[in-house]
């Protein structure tokens, strides 16, 4: 690709995948501009990373963080298309990845139709539950993001499924369809340099808890599950939780008995040591993009316990790592538990070959495809 690629992401300096993503385009050769609008002064530079050759960034502190702000979206796309176009030189840019459809894309979308840049665009969580899902007069805008551009890339294959039964309009629906790719989000290498041990199922069990602890990850219901398990069962279960969150409080009111809260852990060898300990992972998560923890649950050996039609589902045989269940349903998070039991030892095999298909090499490849197919 001849001019510059520019990656338009409102989430960049919060999220180290934008980061890696980078980093990998940029040993590829290609040359990058990183634009990131904030409605935060101080996050100006966040995950800024000026080792990465030939990458240009550009922070704005632009977005505000009023409710009538956020409102009113064409105002605020406008703001931001004006602001990159006073910030970029934007006859060397060939090509826009805008990592969200409408927070994003909508500015991609006014740059082509007065520039003539193509893009390719994203499309996450909080673009399916709160632009499409609450946002109905925007969803005709959405629709018009996706058919303009070359790509329309997915991280899950549920969202694809959730957009075509509700979101795509029939006047759109051919121009869009032919145009979807599902790429899943890679982890850290780091992930893949650790010296496993075969894994045995031993006594007690022990599941592990690692994300934010609020209500749309269901802890609440995982820790019921492991009462009940404790209760109903000869066996003894045990569950490490590892981070915080607004609803640590009320999760921690009567947790059951066998359940250790860990708290935020920021040292990878610390968290690996708890890794380390258990015998699977559950986190049966709603509107979860994809979920890189699940991933590198997997690369540590330990099978899953996941959302039905929700983040990495999709992406497995049934029961070829764990098991999807029903976000509310404690008695299906307890035969999930069981089934990995029964089968400890082939899953956590299945689990570590699995959690292979998800590295940033692999995923890198296919965004340069994409690259070069939307600008040639």
């Not at 100006?44 to 009113?72: A, Q």
């Not at 909508?106 to 665009?121: D, E, R």
């Not at 990850?217 to 590892?242: G, M, R």
Request: glycine share 6%; net charge positive; aromatic share 12%.
């Amino acid at each position: 690709m001849k001019g510059k690629l520019l990656q338009i992401s409102n989430d960049f300096a919060d999220q180290k995948i934008y980061v890696n993503l980078v980093r990998n385009l940029s040993e590829q050769g290609f040359h990058q501009i990183v634009y990131v609008p904030l409605k935060w002064k101080h996050k100006i530079d966040w995950n800024k990373d000026s080792t990465i050759e030939n990458v240009e960034y550009f922070y704005s502190y632009i977005l505000k963080r009023s409710l009538l702000f956020r409102l009113r979206y064409f105002n605020k796309i406008n703001l931001v298309t004006r602001d990159v176009e006073e910030k970029i030189d934007l006859k060397k840019v060939s090509l826009v990845h805008a990592h969200f459809l409408f927070s994003d894309g909508g500015v991609a979308y006014k740059l082509k139709k007065k520039y003539g840049i193509p893009y390719v665009v994203s499309v996450r969580a909080s673009d399916i539950f709160t632009f499409f899902g609450k946002m109905i007069h925007l969803r005709r805008f959405g629709n018009k993001i996706m058919e303009e551009a070359e790509r329309v890339i997915f991280i899950n294959h549920s969202y694809v499924h959730i957009l075509e039964e509700k979101y795509l309009q029939k006047s759109f629906a051919n121009a869009i369809k032919g145009k979807i790719s599902i790429i899943p989000n890679a982890i850290d290498s780091k992930w893949f340099n650790v010296q496993l041990k075969q894994k045995e199922r031993t006594s007690p069990f022990k599941l592990l808890y690692v994300g934010r602890i609020v209500k749309r990850k269901k802890l609440d219901i995982v820790l019921k599950a492991v009462e009940q398990l404790n209760n109903n069962s000869h066996s003894e279960y045990h569950l490490d939780v590892v981070g915080e969150g607004g609803f640590m409080l009320e999760a921690q009111k009567a947790p059951p008995e066998n359940v250790k809260f860990h708290g935020k852990i920021t040292s990878f060898d610390d968290l690996l040591k708890v890794y380390s300990q258990c015998h699977a992972f559950v986190m049966p998560s709603i509107k979860e993009t994809f979920g890189l923890v699940y991933i590198e649950s997997l690369s540590q050996g330990l099978p899953i316990i996941y959302c039905k039609n929700e983040g990495v589902d999709g992406y497995f045989e049934k029961g070829e790592v764990g098991m999807a269940v029903n976000p509310d349903s404690t008695k299906e998070i307890i035969e999930a538990v069981h089934h990995i039991e029964l089968n400890y030892q082939e899953l956590s095999k299945n689990a570590i070959a699995a959690s292979r298909k998800f590295t940033w090499d692999e995923s890198t490849e296919k965004y340069i495809s994409i690259y070069k197919g939307a600008v040639h």
